[in-house]
T-cell receptor, first 118, second 114 residues
């Protein structure tokens, strides 16, 4: 299994409070992603990173920010949590596809962080 | 915009059956397609990845095929077992840039009955 650790795994918080989710990888993969998974919506990309300090928005980025100061860590922050951000959040990693013979761009996921905003 | 559809949404079969899960996509200009398994309350586990230049990939009892021209991929599971019960998702990568958007299907929830 890919070495991806998400923390916390479960969190309950109140509307308006800041929340930070952490993704830590031991694979030295350059690309990292944050997804959310919701019933009826499937998996949707929030933000992604293509290198240290290089990040960009996904399709549902409003209300979220990210930071990547080291290759191994990718943080997702909800500045002021809302009930609509109650979800399961997944971190994923991959190598840039096609940059080397073995780099298929295969995506590996963490175990998820379940966030409930009351 | 790429759209990925998985039919059926749910499937129940008796143990031992061979079965096929379907994934269709609207834009055939893909870079690769990946099949995942997700157990309840867990993350996604990568099963097979097919590059756009490939026609199929095999791993144990699993075989995934890709027909880009028709916008379809199938995941074949031979001799199904109760332990295969899970949700299976396919995801299409449109190109080899980071934020290129893997587009996910909604998944097929598989139940294999003993």
């Amino acid at each position: 299994d890919a070495g991806i650790t998400q923390s916390p795994r479960h969190k309950v918080t109140e509307t308006g409070t800041p929340v930070t989710l952490r993704c830590h990888q031991t694979e030295n993969h350059r690309y990292m992603y944050w997804y959310r998974q919701d019933p009826g919506h499937g998996l949707r990309l929030i933000h992604y990173s293509y290198g240290v300090k290089d990040t960009d928005k996904g399709e549902v980025s409003d209300g979220y920010s990210v930071s990547r100061s080291k290759t191994e860590d990718f943080l997702l922050t909800l500045e002021s949590a809302t009930s609509s951000q109650t979800s399961v959040y997944f971190c994923a990693i991959s190598e840039p596809p096609g940059t080397a013979f073995a780099n298929t761009g295969e995506l590996f996921f963490g175990e998820g962080s379940r966030l409930t905003v009351l | 915009k790429q759209e990925v559809t998985q039919i059926p949404a749910a499937l129940s079969v008796p143990e031992g059956e061979n079965l096929v899960l379907n994934c269709s996509f609207t834009d055939s200009a893909i870079y690769n397609l990946q099949w995942f398994r997700q157990d309840p309350g867990k993350g996604l586990t990568s099963l097979l990845l097919i590059q756009s230049s490939q026609r199929e990939q095999t791993s144990g009892r699993l075989n995934a095929s890709l027909d880009k021209s028709s916008g379809r991929s199938t995941l074949y599971i031979a001799a199904s077992q109760p332990g295969d019960s899970a949700t299976y998702l396919c995801a299409v990568r449109s190109d080899n840039n980071a934020g290129n958007m893997l587009t996910f299907g909604g998944g097929t929830r598989l139940m294999v009955k003993p």
